[in-house]
Antibody
Framework: EVQLLESGGGLVQPGGSLRLSCAASGFTFTNYGMSWVRQVPGKGLDWVSGISGSGGSTYYADSVRGRFTISGDKSKNTLYLQMNYLRPEDTAVYYC????????????????WGQGTLVSVSS | QSVLTQPPSASGTPGQRVTISCSGRSSNIGGNTVNWYQQLPGTAPTLLIYSNNQRPSGVPDRFSGSKSGSSASLAISGLQSEDEADYYCAAWDDGLNGRVFGGGTKVVVL
């Protein structure tokens, strides 16, 4: 059974940093790409970043490029999202998500989602 | 403002057929596959349709997807009360080099 367990959310001041983690189990971590998707409570889904199964390709939404970094640790089966220079508009529930393909994220679909972790950016 | 355009709401009575549209452009839907997600209240989204019209195992055949040009649609036939949820379309955008979602459609079962 695929399980994705996010952690690391919380309250942070504008300009601050936070690192989200996603512990993955139930599948071979390096055989699939992974993504982060966020959702402001009561609003729609907003894709944030993605990474290929090999870790060799990373993708970012324009709104976070240069501030967020996605990475994976295959020894720990864990996905990370390092978030720097946080802004109030980054406040959202962040979902860790498994892709259906290893390399070709454009042709892939998110087939499993975690339960999400809430990030609040406020002074 | 979402890159993919969906109607904010749709409704129907039990047993009816409801269709949700998703409009994009050549850089996203026109050139890549479309996926649909269902989000029940208070829960994480789940995959409903992938590769335009494929259902993952466990998804009832009441749900179907189609794509034509730069638009896609999701149809729910034989609407049931448990189908009341938010539905999102998604596709890769070659210009943005990232995935884009529609704004979501809330389906209400009257």
């Amino acid at each position: 059974e695929v399980q994705l367990l996010e952690s690391g959310g919380g309250l942070v001041q504008p300009g601050g940093s936070l690192r989200l983690s996603c512990a993955a189990s139930g599948f071979t971590f390096t055989n699939y790409g992974m993504s982060w998707v966020r959702q402001v409570p009561g609003k729609g889904l907003d894709w944030v970043s993605g990474i290929s199964g090999s870790g060799g390709s990373t993708y970012y939404a324009d709104s976070v490029r240069g501030r967020f970094t996605i990475s994976g640790d295959k020894s720990k089966n864990t996905l990370y999202l390092q978030m720097n220079y946080l802004r109030p508009e980054d406040t959202a529930v962040y979902y860790c998500a498994k892709e259906s393909m290893k390399y070709d994220l454009p042709s892939s679909a998110i087939d499993y989602w975690g339960q999400g972790t809430l990030v609040s950016v406020s002074s | 403002q979402s890159v993919l355009t969906q109607p904010p709401s749709a409704s129907g009575t039990p047993g009816q057929r409801v269709t949700i549209s998703c409009s994009g452009r050549s850089s996203n839907i026109g050139g890549n596959t479309v996926n649909w997600y269902q989000q029940l209240p208070g829960t994480a989204p789940t995959l409903l349709i992938y590769s335009n019209n494929q259902r993952p195992s466990g998804v009832p055949d009441r749900f179907s997807g189609s794509k034509s040009g730069s638009s896609a649609s999701l149809a729910i036939s034989g609407l049931q009360s448990e189908d009341e949820a938010d539905y999102y379309c998604a596709a890769w955008d070659d210009g943005l080099n990232g995935r884009v979602f529609g704004g979501g459609t809330k389906v209400v079962v009257l």
